[in-house]
């Protein structure tokens, strides 16, 4: 990779988590765009070797010791890349057609996407370079909202578990005082 040259990807599509894509993340002062992207390790094997061949091109010698964005899951195998960008990325749905701002649904972490990145290299000390996937667009597949991720029905049945008696919302928050309130007494005083 030379200088002002910068290689643009297309990722898998992929599960979404620590999601701020339709807004930018203020922590630390800094605005960011970002998400970070979990994937097959199958399908995401082209991603890898171009963010290993552009930190070999940037970096020669020391391109084992860059950091490059992704790590893998131990448990599973998955693939799991941080992207970011302090630019408002663009989106479009999953036919391709772009998405305006004001019909942008809310993004949460389980949502179905696919990222177009774009290799940046950074160098800030002799221990912090590595290759950045900087976030150009996003295309949403199947989009998570908040109220996605609050349904009960995600959960298998557990047999001989707790059930709730009343699971209504109008009674919620409402206590009742023990029928036998002896249980807070300082019996240790006989």
């Not at 010698?61 to 990325?89: C, H, M, N, Q, R």
């Not at 479009?92 to 772009?98: A, V």
């Not at 009343?166 to 006989?190: H, K, Q, R, V």
């Amino acid at each position: 990779m030379t200088k002002n040259t910068y290689q643009v990807l297309t990722t898998p599509i992929g599960r979404a988590k620590y999601v701020w894509l339709n807004k930018p993340d203020t922590k630390f002062g800094q605005e960011k765009y970002k998400t970070q992207l979990v994937m097959d390790a199958e399908e995401a094997k082209p991603i890898i070797k171009a963010l290993q061949a552009a930190a070999v091109a940037e970096f020669g010698d020391k391109a084992s010791e860059a950091k490059l964005g992704f790590t893998t899951d131990v448990d599973t195998g998955e693939i799991d890349l941080k992207t970011a960008t302090k630019y408002e990325p663009k989106f479009f749905d999953s036919q391709g057609h772009p998405i305006p701002n004001a019909s942008l649904p809310e993004l949460f972490g389980g949502s179905r996407l696919a990222l177009r990145v774009k290799l940046y290299p950074y160098n800030v000390s002799a221990v912090n370079y590595g290759i950045t996937c900087q976030i150009m667009a996003v295309q949403i597949v199947e989009a998570l909202t908040s109220s996605d991720n609050m349904d009960g029905s995600s959960f298998d049945r557990v047999d001989g578990g707790f059930v709730a008696q009343d699971t209504s919302f109008s009674t919620a928050g409402a206590t009742t005082p023990a029928a036998d309130d002896s249980f807070g007494e300082a019996s240790y005083l006989d």
